[in-house]
T-cell receptor, first 118, second 111 residues
């Protein structure tokens, strides 16, 4: 399995500001993803973080609002920009494809970042 | 579009009883199915992974089955304990490496 360190674990932010969340994995992984979990809801995929190129966003999510970086095979960041109270959620980093595994790879999640926007 | 449903949404049982959690899906073209546990305000812990070609997986008190023809998976937890109280999520992986999650079943095991 993979050990995923996600920072910060929680934060309270003012509306209109931005927050960058970091995801560090203890081994190289093929795939990294960012999910959002709104209060009382299940998880929704925001985007796939691609190493060395622009992230692939799901319908309803845009790069200007959720810029993502992935400079290497073990690290990614998600920024929540120009925040509003509606952005209050848990944001989760997920990885799959340890040691070059393919589509059958098990997915692992970080502990999440609990964001409250006031 | 894949739709994943988990019923019931919440479940309360006395300690020692077996738990049966259901997950149904609409598109059988999947690569695998994964069951997760989530404690309040926390991330997800992977419990079991079933590949598309498999019918079941077991780990300790946990057993998960997969029936693609009927679009169903069931997670069994034997001899439940208060520490099993959490939300359980199933997720399916299909084309594009994307996971589609069910809404979860919130479990309370009473001492």
């Amino acid at each position: 399995s993979a050990v995923i360190s996600q920072k910060p674990s929680r934060d309270i932010c003012q509306r209109g500001t931005s927050l960058t969340i970091q995801c560090q994995v203890d081994s190289q992984v093929t795939m990294m993803f960012w999910y959002r979990q709104q209060p009382g809801q299940s998880l929704t995929l925001i985007a796939t973080a691609n190493q060395g190129s622009e992230a692939t966003y799901e319908s309803g999510f845009v790069i200007d609002k959720f810029p993502i970086s992935r400079p290497n095979l073990t690290f990614s960041t998600l920024t929540v920009s120009n925040m509003s109270p509606e952005d209050s959620s848990i944001y989760l980093c997920s990885v799959a494809g340890l040691a070059g595994q393919g589509i059958e790879a098990e997915a692992f999640f970080g502990q999440g970042t609990r964001l409250t926007v006031v | 579009k894949q739709e994943v449903t988990q019923i019931p949404a919440a479940l309360s049982v006395p300690e020692g009883e077996n738990l049966v959690l259901n997950c149904s899906f609409t598109d059988s073209a999947i690569y695998n199915l994964q069951w997760f546990r989530q404690d309040p305000g926390k991330g997800l812990t992977s419990l079991l992974l079933i590949q598309s070609s498999q019918r079941e997986q077991t780990s300790g008190r946990l057993n998960a089955s997969l029936d693609k023809s009927s679009g169903r998976s069931t997670l069994y937890i034997a001899a439940s304990q208060p520490g099993d109280s959490a939300t359980y999520l199933c997720a399916l992986k299909a084309a594009g490496n994307k996971l589609t999650f069910g809404g979860g079943t919130r479990v309370l095991v009473k001492p």
